[in-house]
């Protein structure tokens, strides 16, 4: 077996991936694999800078998390703005901060 068939995507990350009536992902296996490792990453990379910037600004959750998809999307950007959308909600999830409001509820973003 090979090392990016050990990696387990999660759901909500290949749909992003999955246009709307298809069931097929349109990335293969391994740069869907490649992609979800630079988005997980992002979002654990993410964890402290955004914790700091919620005591340290006195801001709400919510605005860190935006402000954290905007800086993923400020050009040169290494995410498609789907895959920040993405991060951001794995970061709300590593941080237990609930998920931004335009999120709709039940989606599950975790590995």
Not at 21 to 43: H, S, V
Not at 58 to 73: A, F, R, Y
Not at 78 to 102: F, G, I, K, S
Request: glycine letters at 4%.
């Amino acid at each position: 077996m090979t090392d990016e068939f050990q990696i387990h995507i999660p759901p909500s990350f290949m749909a992003l991936y999955v246009p709307p009536g298809k069931i097929k992902p349109t990335l293969g296996q391994r740069d869907m694999a490649e992609r979800y490792e630079l988005c997980e990453d992002l979002a654990n990379l993410l964890t402290e800078k955004a914790a700091n910037m919620q005591f340290t600004l006195g801001i709400t959750e919510d605005l860190v998390l935006k402000q954290c998809e905007l800086g993923l999307l400020t050009e040169p950007s290494v995410v498609l703005p789907t895959e920040a959308r993405w991060v951001v909600c794995r970061l709300a999830e590593l941080l237990q901060w609930p998920l931004p409001e335009d999120l709709s509820p039940g989606q599950n973003h975790s590995k």
